[in-house]
């Protein structure tokens, strides 16, 4: 059984920065794409960025694209996103997922195999 742990999430102000980890355990994660994706309240989850298993391919949303930065590091078994320039449309829940086929970077949520539990940012003055 797969479990992945989000961690890094809290409140910064509109401008600031914050690192997203998602840590694997029960299964390494080198051979398997991964993406993060968010739920903002009374919106319908929605893409955010995908890396595949090395970290050579990586697709972003247009609306994150330049300010969010996916990497992995396969000997940590955890995959990152690093954001910067946080607006107040940014504020949701971060989730993070696992894709079996390692060459797949997809925005389509039922790609995905297995999700983490989430984190909140929150961006806001």
């Known amino acids: 059984q797969v479990q992945l742990v989000e961690s890094g999430g809290g409140l910064v102000q509109p401008g600031g920065s914050l690192r997203l980890s998602c840590t694997a355990s029960?299964?390494?994660?080198?051979?398997?794409?991964m993406g993060w994706f968010r739920q903002a309240p009374g919106k319908e989850r929605e893409f955010v960025a995908a890396?595949?298993?090395?970290?050579?391919?990586?697709y972003y949303a247009d609306s994150v694209k330049g300010r969010f930065t996916i990497s992995r590091d396969n000997a940590k078994n955890t995959v990152y996103l690093q954001m910067n320039s946080l607006k107040p449309e940014d504020t949701a829940v971060y989730y993070c997922?696992?894709?079996?086929?390692?060459?797949?970077?997809?925005?389509?949520?039922?790609?995905?195999?297995?999700w983490g539990q989430g984190t909140q940012v929150t961006v806001s003055s």
């Open positions: 890396i595949n298993w090395s970290g050579g391919r990586t």
């Open positions: 997922a696992l894709n079996l086929i390692g060459t797949v970077v997809t925005a389509k949520d039922y790609e995905y195999h297995y």
């Open positions: 029960g299964r390494t994660i080198s051979t398997h794409a």
